[in-house]
Structure formats: structure tokens, C-alpha cells
């Protein structure tokens, strides 16, 4: 059966929540469908993506798509957005347009020649780039066939850079004896953190009080299982300034939400820590600007082999309760309904105090993704939206579809739902719901915890027409520089 065009737009709104983990062809096949059979839409979902997507493979797609596109806004819009990117991640848009979609358009040159000669145009943003991201600016020239600059060919082809350039300065930083001469070349020359690293074989509270110092927030976040490593935390005062630095990402525009959570668990970092890290997390979420403002359930499946799904409930708990200013009503479910409820002295509940609320439960038991349901439906708890996080698999009564018939008829409405599909799962509740006519929106959930703020748009429209509507609304980044593609024949 043919997909109609909203089936289409939402499905590539769903794979948004898939990480590709660097295998952007799981992708490809989408995107190239969504832009054959809704070119304009496609245009406007990757320019709202740009702004609202946490997912950087998604990015990467959407550009070499645009740059790709028959379309001249596309191009302009693609030229514009690759400009954005980390000299690694042009480098696999690059790559990705040449093996998956068996063409190098010139637009890609013309976008990769703009991207060089303004880095090699500014010395320290052209050494800062080829420090950070050397063997992919090289693949660049040597692909694309760019005749370097001056600079360029020193640096990357001929390692022998230039007196004063940042290159030099880390040949230099390597030779340096005592740890103070290493400190002052780190200070004085803002040395990144994995690079410094590299050329200093031990590292001492003096030299981690000079890295730390020049780290934004995020790298601290980023590299706090290296820093646990080289003994950061064995030192109070170099402790007490990577504290200093998780604080300020509670207020850093640049912070990923849910990168602090993981870096907590990467680096098996102290229960003092921890909160810190959850505290940004928490803060993040709530700088979004985004409100939950319809009463909202979310049911968590914990019957057997379900880990995951409890790992994954608690964490979109506290993201949702979080952001909700209408009633969030939380379940674990087995063959019978748990209603989670979380202690806390405030507004919003922590993540850590989510964590405690879902510790009593694990993993086991038969599956009646219904019984929650039916337990809102008999304490007459009226909701506008359902968030189940599950394999999709059910073999207890009460069954969902009729219970959701049943709750339906009682609010005289029917709820949107919003399924987390993990693990093996099947696609029997989504299938089940549609032949009902019910609102379902199924977000595949493939085990990286930084693209679950991918649901929030989804819980935060009044509905997923709204969403498509905001996606519409947004328009696609313009060039600037006197340049404008035409619109292919």
C-alpha cells in the first residue's frame, strides 16, 4: 500500500529519533523519499532541524541532501548550513554524497572552497580548525583537489608550521620540561583539552587547572571520564574547578541536555558529581522553552526483558515532568499497573528523584499495556496524551486497543499517542490504534540517550498537525553573499 503524504512527513519526523550511530545509509533510503515526494517539506523540516534536532547525523543527511537537491533553495539553504559544521562532520557529507548518492554536484565544491578559504582567510580560526579537525581538512583539499594556501599547505601537508602558529605552539607545549612551562603554554595559547593530552605525558594539578580553564563547559562535560582518568578528581582544587565549570552549563546555550547524564555514567562519577550532572540535565531541558501544556501519560513497560524501557522511562520522566505545567501521570506496567510517583520539595521532580521512584522496580512479568490505562480510566484520570514506552508486544488482558476504546469513550475523545517503540519489537499497538482512527506517532528509541529530547516537540504542540504546521513555518536559511541558485529545469 502507497503511504499517503502526511503518513510520509511523519515518519521522517519519527526517524528522528533514531541515532544512526554513523551509519547514516539506516537514513538514507527516507530522505530520499520525503524529498522526491515532498521536496517543500523536506526544505522546511531541515531548516527547523537545524534549530531544534539533537542528533548530529541527522544533520549531516539533511545537508548533503539539500546540496544534492534539484531544487535551488535547497542548495542555497545546504551551502548556508554546511558552512555550520565542524571540518569532521563536512568531511561526511562529502563522503556520504559520494558513496550513497553517486554524485559530487559542484554546489558541494563550490560550499567546500567558500568553507576552506574562510578558515585559511583568519590565521588563528584556520589553526584552531586544522588543530581540531587536521586529518579532515586534509581529506577536503585532497578529495575535492583544492589547491591549499600557504598556510594550509604548512600546516597540514608539510607539518612544518609556522613561528607562532598554534600548531608550533603544540610542538612546542611537547618539548617542554616542567609542568609550569606547560601550564603557561596551555593558558597562553588555549591548547584544546584532547590535543594537549597528546603531547603531555603526565598531567599535573597545575597543567589540569590550565586545561580546565581554557575547556568550554561542554568539552568538561565531554572529557570527564579522561579527566576522572588523569586524577582531576584525586585533587580538591582542580575538582572544585570542574564543578565550577558543570555549573556554568546549567546556563550555556551550547550544552547538550542529555550529554551530562551520559557522561555521568561513562565516568562513574561520584554521587556528589552525579547530581551536578543531573542538575544541568534538568536545566537544559527547562532553557529549551518548551511546555507540556496537556495532561500527559506516560506508561513504562517493565515485563520481562523490558530493562531497557525502565532505563529509558525514568529519564523521559524527569525530562517531561520537567517541562509539563499540566498533570503528568507516570505507570510501570506489568500484567498490573504501577503508578511511579517521585518524592520531592518543589515544583519539579530531579532526575535523581526519578531514579529512586523507578529503583523498587525491574524487569519481569507478563505484559497488559492496557492495565494502566484501564487504572486511569476506573479513577476517572482524563488525559489528552499517551507516551508508552514498549516492544509493543502484549499477551495479558486488559489489551490496550480496548481499553483505549473504553477511555476514549469516556472522555469523548480520542488521546494522541505516542509510542517509544525499543527492543524487539513488533508494530501490533500502532497498527491496532490507526485502525481505530487514533493519533499515533511511533518514535523508534535505538539506544542513545542524547536524542531523547527529539520527543519533546511531539508532546508539546496541541497536536501533530501543529507540529507540521511549526515545521512549515520555517524558513530555509538564505545565502548572503549576493549568490542565488536558480531553480532547476
Known amino acids: 500500500m502507497q503511504k499517503n503524504e502526511m503518513d510520509l512527513r511523519l515518519e521522517l519526523l519519527d526517524s528522528l529519533l533514531t541515532t544512526p550511530h554513523r551509519k547514516l545509509e539506516d537514513v ?6 520525503m524529498l522526491e515526494q515532498d521536496s517543500v517539506f523536506y526544505g522546511h523540516l531541515a531548516a527547523w532541524y537545524r534549530g531544534h534536532g539533537h542528533v548530529r547525523d541527522h544533520r549531516e543527511v539533511f545537508v548533503a541532501m539539500l546540496l544534492s537537491s534539484q531544487v535551488g533553495a535547497h542548495r542555497d539553504a545546504g551551502f548556508v548550513m554546511l558552512q555550520e559544521l565542524p571540518p569532521y562532520q563536512v568531511a561526511r557529507v562529502v563522503d556520504f554524497l559520494k558513496q550513497h548518492r553517486g554524485k559530487l554536484p559542484r554546489a558541494v565544491k563550490t560550499a567546500v572552497v567558500r568553507y576552506l578559504r574562510a578558515r585559511e582567510a583568519n590565521d588563528e580560526r584556520f589553526d584552531r580548525a586544522a588543530l581540531r579537525g587536521r586529518a579532515a581538512m586534509k581529506h577536503l583539499y585532497a578529495t575535492l583537489r583544492i589547491k591549499p594556501g600557504p598556510r594550509a599547505q604548512a600546516v597540514l601537508f608539510e607539518d612544518r608550521p609556522p613561528v607562532g602558529s598554534l600548531a608550533y605552539q603544540v610542538k612546542q607545549l611537547a618539548k617542554a620540561k616542567s609542568p609550569v612551562e606547560q601550564a603557561k603554554a596551555i593558558a597562553t595559547h588555549r591548547i584544546p583539552f584532547p590535543v594537549a593530552v597528546g603531547a603531555i605525558r603526565a598531567l599535573t594539578p597545575v597543567v ?4 580546565l580553564d581554557a575547556m568550554t563547559p561542554q568539552e568538561v562535560i565531554n572529557h570527564l571520564a579522561t579527566l576522572k582518568k588523569r586524577g582531576a578528581m584525586d585533587h580538591p582544587e582542580v575538582k572544585a574547578l570542574v564543578t565550577s565549570k558543570l555549573e556554568a552549563a546549567k546556563r550555556d546555550d551550547r550544552v547538550s541536555a542529555y550529554k551530562a547524564k551520559v557522561a555521568a555514567d561513562a565516568a562513574g562519577a561520584s554521587d556528589e558529581l552525579r547530581e551536578v ?4 540535565t534538568e536545566a537544559q531541558v527547562l532553557r529549551s522553552g518548551a511546555r507540556i501544556r496537556r495532561p500527559t501519560a506516560l506508561l513504562v513497560d517493565k515485563s520481562s526483558s ?6 529509558v522511562g525514568k529519564r523521559l520522566a524527569a525530562l517531561l515532568s ?23 520539595t518543589g515544583d519539579r521532580a530531579s532526575l535523581a528523584a526519578w531514579e529512586k521512584a523507578f529503583a523498587p522496580f525491574y524487569a519481569s512479568g507478563t505484559t497488559s499495556i492496557g492495565a494502566p490505562l484501564a487504572a486511569l480510566r476506573r479513577r476517572d484520570v482524563r488525559v489528552e496524551q499517551i507516551v508508552v514506552v514498549t516492544d509493543e ?3 495479558t488482558a486488559p489489551f490496550f486497543p480496548a481499553e483505549y476504546e473504553s477511555y476514549a469513550t469516556m ?6 499517542v505516542v509510542i517509544v517503540r525499543l ?21 523508534t528509541f535505538a539506544g542513545d540517550y542524547y536524542a531523547l529530547p527529539n520527543l519533546v516537540p511531539f508532546v508539546t504542540r496541541p497536536s501533530r498537525l501543529d507540529l507540521l504546521l511549526e515545521v512549515l513555518e520555517t524558513p530555509l536559511p538564505k545565502r548572503t553573499d549576493g549568490h542565488r541558485s536558480l531553480l532547476a529545469a
Open 306 to 311: 523490558m530493562d531497557s524501557a525502565l532505563e
Open 208 to 211: 589540569l587547572v590550565a586545561l
Open 411 to 416: 472522555l469523548g475523545q480520542k488521546p494522541d
Open 277 to 280: 550532572l543531573d542538575d544541568v
Open 423 to 443: 527492543g524487539q519489537a513488533t508494530s501490533y499497538l500502532e497498527k491496532a490504534l490507526k485502525a481505530k482512527q487514533a493519533t499515533v506517532d511511533v518514535l
Open 322 to 344: 520537567g517541562i509539563a505545567e499540566a498533570p503528568l501521570y507516570v505507570y510501570a506496567f506489568d500484567a498490573l499497573p504501577y503508578e511511579v510517583r517521585p518524592d520531592s
Open 393 to 395: 508486544q502484549e499477551n
Open 28 to 33: 538514507k533510503a527516507l530522505h530520499e523519499l
